[in-house]
């Protein structure tokens, strides 16, 4: 993965890719002053590239840093890499940290902040689940309450919840794990936001201390173009137990259908497969 031929954009540096390294007193490293973006390239048109820069850049700015380079910067530098790696379909993750300095404390303020992009062809997030339903575990660990991090962040310091969430169900044969909020209150999946169907209605959590995914304000749009009725609410863990449908979103996850959480199974439904084909159209459109 780090051994092998291709093109990182670094601080305005097209870079070889054996060559795209950090130092080890990195302060990201350390004190996960980073934030990223994940995003899809359709075609060699990346799907809602100016919405990823421009969050990439509020998600800096909610942990006190600023990126060194402007979104339309960002913008031309996707473009850069895509192009010098002769990609067409492919994930890119852009990444800006506190790099090495002065600073080796908590505190950072001297140290350079650094910019990345690279890209590789990803294919589904989810491999053949994609087709069948995904199968979800139930994660141990709680999405934490809003005024203990920066819940609209992208930020690297939130994603150790759900890397040991999504391990732990990995070892169990799951695709992935459903998390709840600190409240108790159904919240996503490690990487993607979760949707459900309920005799022709949507409910979908409040994204009031997660992420409110770009993928998921796509397909909301998608349902209301439908007319179909979308309830942004709080949704109890019991209630589970009465949905008939469930897909998840992500701009990796794409919309991915949901078979079984724990115990609970669902069917992959006309609704489930129209949002997924009406966003594959819409991606490539
Ligand atoms: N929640 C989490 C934790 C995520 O990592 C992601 C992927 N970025 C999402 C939700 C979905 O966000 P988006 O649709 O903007 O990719």
């Known amino acids: 993965y780090d051994d092998r031929d291709g093109t990182i954009w670094m601080d305005g540096r097209m870079v070889d890719w054996r060559d795209a390294n950090v130092h080890i007193l990195t302060h990201a490293l350390h004190y996960a002053s980073s934030v990223f973006e994940g995003e899809r390239a359709y075609g060699g048109n990346i799907f809602l590239s100016r919405k990823h820069s421009e969050r990439l850049h509020a998600s800096a700015k909610s942990m006190d840093f600023e990126i060194p380079f402007t979104v339309d910067e960002i913008e031309a530098a996707k473009q850069q890499v895509l192009a010098a790696n002769g990609l067409s379909d492919a994930y890119i993750r852009a990444v800006a940290w506190r790099g090495a300095g002065p600073d080796m404390g908590v505190a950072s303020q001297r140290n350079p902040v650094r910019l990345a992009i690279a890209a590789w062809e990803w294919g589904s997030y989810y491999g053949d689940a994609k087709m069948k339903g995904a199968r979800l575990d139930i994660a141990k660990w ?144």
């Open 142 to 285: 709680k999405r934490p309450a809003p005024e203990t991090a920066p819940y609209t962040a992208k930020a690297a310091g939130l994603y150790m919840i759900c890397t040991m969430s999504k391990h732990a169900a990995e070892a169990k044969g799951c695709s992935d794990a459903m998390m709840f909020d600190y409240r108790g209150y159904v919240a996503e999946a490690t990487g993607a936001n979760i949707f459900f169907v309920k005799d022709g209605e949507v409910h979908t959590p409040k994204p009031d201390c997660f992420l409110n995914g770009l993928t998921r304000q796509t397909v909301i749009g998608l349902l209301q173009d439908r007319q179909v009725k979308v309830n942004e609410r709080h949704i109890m863990p019991e209630e589970l137990e009465g949905f008939q449908q469930c897909w998840l979103t992500g701009s990796a996850a794409e919309v991915t259908p949901v078979g079984q959480i724990g115990d609970y199974n669902f069917e992959v439904g006309a609704l489930t497969r129209d949002m997924s084909q009406a966003y594959e159209a819409l991606v490539r459109a």
